[in-house]
T-cell receptor, first 113, second 112 residues
Framework: KAGVTQTPRYLIKTRGQQVTLSCSPI?????VSWYQQTPGQGLQFLFE???????NKGNFPGRFSGRQFSNSRSEMNVSTLELGDSALYLC????????????FGSGTRLTVV | AQSVTQPDIHITVSEGASLELRCNYS??????LFWYVQSPGQGLQLLLK????DTLVQGIKGFEAEFKRSQSSFNLRKPSVHWSDAAEYFC??????????WGAGTKLIIKP
């Protein structure tokens, strides 16, 4: 059974650019969540998508956006990158939602220079 | 406000010794409770979860956790740690809005 796949694994971008990260959930999982992890702030919730609809959103600026496709694959986009956006971005999928338990991907390490 | 506290930022344990990682939560209703583990540079892995029923929950890799409602705690235990258990451990509580509230994590260091 394939796990949660995140691409790319590593990314280096310049301040002001935009970036798109991709997540393929486990087959049959309809819920996909995104987290930002940094040493200083820990795990911070970005948003959750369920059946192509954003069900929950964290406290991030509008530069952070996401979407989910009909096959449950999800993308998140960050526009106008700032140095502070450097982080490990984690995608997690679940059958129906986080209360069922997440399966996490290995993450995308984004470095903004 | 709902919150999760992991009082220990770091814990150092000798290989073969027992382990207990603490987790306290603040939540009004019956909580959904989770423990996850993260190895360096990797995503998180679910160790165990509690929804209802038996308050002692068995998980993967020989871990167990006990839900104590009176103490608002969900401590993680392992009778004998292995060097491969060195990682960061996160406790989380599920709220009524399908969101998880995360603790700050406890980094486990294993002494040979």
């Amino acid at each position: 059974k394939a796990g949660v796949t995140q691409t790319p694994r590593y990314l280096i971008k310049t301040r002001g650019q935009q970036v798109t990260l991709s997540c393929s959930p486990i087959s049959g999982h309809r819920s996909v969540s995104w987290y930002q992890q940094t040493p200083g702030q820990g795990l911070q919730f970005l948003f959750e998508y369920f059946s192509e609809t954003q069900r929950n959103k964290g406290n991030f600026p509008g530069r952070f956006s996401g979407r989910q496709f009909s096959n449950s694959r999800s993308e998140m986009n960050v526009s106008t990158l700032e140095l502070g956006d450097s982080a490990l971005y984690l995608c997690a999928s679940s059958v129906e939602g986080p209360h069922y338990g997440y399966t996490f991907g290995s993450g995308t390490r984004l470095t903004v220079v | 406000a709902q919150s999760v506290t992991q009082p220990d930022i770091h814990i150092t344990v000798s290989e073969g010794a027992s382990l207990e990682l603490r987790c306290n939560y603040s939540y009004g209703a019956t909580p959904y409770l989770f423990w996850y583990v993260q190895s360096p540079g990797q995503g998180l892995q679910l160790l165990l979860k509690y929804f209802s029923g038996d308050t002692l929950v068995q998980g993967i890799k020989g871990f167990e956790a006990e839900f104590k409602r009176s103490q608002s705690s969900f401590n993680l235990r392992k009778p004998s740690v292995h060097w491969s258990d060195a990682a960061e451990y996160f406790c989380a509580v599920g709220d009524s809005n399908y969101q998880l509230i995360w603790g700050a994590g406890t980094k486990l260091i294993i002494k040979p």
